[in-house]
């Protein structure tokens, strides 16, 4: 175990890039296959979107179980690894969230989506590793980055949110336990 992870299992520190202006999304426990395909069908019907960054948020899970669905049906489960996506075009809160709706109502979001989105009013991605009692989770790599032919826009947000993304893992490696504000 490093020093700087010691601090964080001491801290508990997650730190998350927040916007409301451009559209970042959570998909857990999905292929890599089905995250490209719903970031090409996003782009293809909100050209606005820009092109989309993929990082990789987390490892499957655990091996093979069995779930039951919510009509009783019991089925072999296979955890995959969850994914970020971060779009590089400013199109504004609401549109970002008229996206997300839709979303919602074909099952690729959770409705939990919606009470978030009443409390707080934005989207949130870690970009820190995670303190749990057993592990760290490490923070969220790039996967790839998907160009979006369908419109020439680049406002940059994706070059943002990287920058944050570095900003904040020289923080975590920066802290030890000999500094005097611990």
Not at 8 to 15: D, P
Not at 19 to 25: A, E, F, I, K, R
Request: hydrophobic share 35%.
């Amino acid at each position: 175990m490093t020093l700087s992870d010691m601090c964080r299992q001491e801290l508990k520190v997650i730190v998350g890039y927040t916007t409301s202006q451009h559209l970042c999304l959570d998909l857990d426990d999905v292929s890599l296959s089905k995250v490209i395909g719903l970031t090409c069908e996003l782009m293809y019907n909100y050209p606005e979107l820009g092109k989309c960054q993929i990082m990789q948020s987390s490892e499957a899970k655990g091996s093979a179980y069995v779930k039951i669905n919510r009509h009783g049906i019991p089925r072999w489960h296979f955890p995959k690894p969850s994914y970020h996506l971060v779009f590089d075009n400013n199109i504004g809160e609401r549109r970002c969230w008229e996206i997300m709706n839709t979303l919602i109502c074909l099952g690729i979001q959770p409705p939990q989506v919606r009470q978030i989105k009443a409390r707080r009013r934005d989207m949130t991605l870690r970009v820190s590793p995670s303190v749990y009692s057993t592990q760290i989770k490490p923070a969220p790599k790039p996967v790839m980055q998907i160009i979006n032919i369908y419109t020439k826009r680049a406002d940059g947000k994706i070059r943002d949110y990287h920058k944050f993304r570095c900003a904040v893992a020289k923080l975590f490696k920066s802290v030890s336990p000999v500094d005097p504000a611990l």
